[in-house]
Every structure is written in structure tokens, then in C-alpha cells.
């Protein structure tokens, strides 16, 4: 069974760090890439950054350019979110996103709330 499985959310002051992880199982994902998006209440999801999981390119949302850095470890099957420089709006629950070969897999989420 395919699962993936969001931790590291929390609360946490503007201007403070966490760091999301995203645990896979159940496949390779040699050939998926690998996304963040988040969703906060009464919004749309929002797309974040995304990764090559057997590669090194990455893409991030204006919003979060300069701030987060997307990140693998193939050894851990684990895909990270470092994100710095938190503000309110960051506020959300993110969730973790496989995309490939046809398919689309997410994870449940976690839930980030920044305070001010």
C-alpha cells in the first residue's frame, strides 16, 4: 500500500523554523516528483515547492522563495520542507504529493500554524 505520511507541523512564532518531513512507503518514487502544497481554512490549496525525487531540480511558489527549501533523502524515502523565516500566512495544513506515471498520491497532512 502506497502511503504517505506528513510530520514536523506545529506551532510556532513569525520569524521562527520547522521542518516538514514526508515519510514514503509502498513504491519507488525514482520517477515521481514530489511536491508540497498547503491549504488554509476557507482557502484553495495552494501549491509550494516541488522536487525530483532522483534528481536535483527544484521549483517554489513566489511566496516561499527564499524562505523554504524542498529537500530529499533517498536512503530514508523521505522528502523535507525546510521552512525559515515563518509568517502568519504561512499558516496551514501542508501536505505532501507524489506525481507520475499516471498517478497522484497525498499524504493526510500536517498542520503549521504560525502566530504573530
Known amino acids: 500500500q502506497v502511503q504517505l505520511v506528513e510530520s514536523g507541523g506545529g506551532l510556532v512564532q513569525a520569524g521562527g523554523s520547522l521542518r516538514l518531513s514526508c515519510a514514503t512507503s509502498g513504491r519507488t518514487f525514482s520517477n515521481y516528483a514530489m511536491a508540497w502544497f498547503r491549504q488554509a481554512p476557507g482557502k484553495e490549496r495552494e501549491y509550494v515547492a516541488t522536487?525530483?525525487?532522483?534528481?536535483?531540480?527544484?521549483f517554489y511558489a513566489e511566496p516561499v522563495k527564499g524562505r523554504f527549501t524542498i529537500s530529499r533523502d533517498n536512503a530514508k524515502n523521505t522528502v523535507y520542507l525546510q521552512m525559515n523565516s515563518l509568517k502568519p500566512e504561512d499558516t496551514a495544513v501542508y501536505y505532501c504529493?507524489?506525481?507520475?506515471?499516471?498517478?497522484?498520491?497525498w499524504g493526510k497532512g500536517t498542520l503549521v500554524t504560525v502566530s504573530s
Open positions: 522536487i525530483s525525487w532522483s534528481g536535483s531540480t527544484t
Open positions: 504529493n507524489a506525481r507520475g506515471e499516471g498517478r497522484e498520491y
